[in-house]
């Protein structure tokens, strides 16, 4: 006699797992890290290298001997943590410093938490802004593009066109002044700038996005939602003044606004599951950012904006639901 089981839902497996989702994601970098190594030479393998295996190191050993349970640095989350730290510092970090971004990454980002799907930021941003708070020289020194495929420490450095507008903008040149001096749109897009290692090239950025979308590993929402608002905000200003405040497209193709938008505010652990949460999250991180770049102190927000509405994350996901199937509408 055959037994009737029941079992909740899902009752349909889309076949996706952890791991196959993860390694996506990996595969969808690749174009972004092989443009870093391109631009920044040994100086971004080092980095790239260290901050893997060192997000891997501490997920074991946090894992085995501290919580003491099964170890799960196959399933490529510890791998996708380091790349993105790599690509959000620059690529003439010490070696010291990457492993420190990374036990606080792993450490304080993730394991705390409870380790995958439990943590409510994005670990590499953690490890990132720690970075940034405790070694602000080291962190906002960018190797320049090209200068030689095997400078690493010794990298000639400078200042990211973000940090070079506000600078000119402050000191009283305006915007269309500054931008014959920087970087063409062209150059933007291909990455011949200063930046950290893996924001520089917009295209490479854009070809993962690609990837991600055609195997629906990540929705466009997330993504349309932070760079819209972004380029809305922007175009504002810049209508109002197109003096004192750059056009949209600057915004979008510097910094940190594709690599974020595309690969870090679209992390499953700390971003809305709904549509509508996703419009919200992403709305406002992209306005967040340009409040940041527009009146902060830092020239770039994208990290801080992130962060910001990962907090807000279980309040969207609270407030912005379903209804419940067979639930019954109250009458007012």
Known sequence: MKKFIVSPSPHVH??????????????????????????FGLGAIIVTLTSVAACMLFEFLIQKYILKKPTSITDGS??????????????????ALIIIGAAVAIGIGKMTFGGLGNNPFNPALVGRVFLLIAFP?????????????????????????????????????????????????????????????GEVSAIALLIGLGYMLIKKIITWHIPVAVLGSMALFAGMMHGINPETYADPLFH??????????????????????????????????????????????????????????????PLIDTYVKPRRFGEVIKEK
């Open 14 to 39: 889309s076949g996706d797992s952890i791991k196959n989702l993860m390694y996506g994601v990996i595969i969808a970098m690749i174009p972004a890290l092989a443009a870093s190594f391109w631009f």
């Open 78 to 95: 510890a791998i996708i943590t380091g790349i993105l730290l790599a690509f959000n510092v620059p690529s003439n970090l010490p070696i």
């Open 137 to 197: 020289v080291q962190m906002t020194s960018w190797p320049t593009p090209f200068e030689s495929p095997f400078a690493y420490l010794d990298a000639t450095t400078g200042a990211t066109p973000l940090a070079l507008l506000k600078e000119g903008v402050d000191a009283g040149a305006t915007v269309p002044e500054m931008l014959r001096s920087l970087p063409s749109y062209i150059e933007l897009l291909l990455g011949k700038i200063g930046g950290s290692a």
């Open 252 to 313: 979008l193709l510097t910094g940190g606004a594709l690599l974020g938008a595309i690969f870090m505010a679209t992390d499953y652990a700390t971003s809305p599951m709904t549509v509508k949460g996703m419009w919200i999250y992403g709305v406002g991180i992209g306005v967040l950012t340009m409040l940041i770049r527009t009146f902060g102190a830092y020239p770039e927000g994208m990290s801080f904006a992130i962060l910001i509405m990962n907090a807000f994350t």
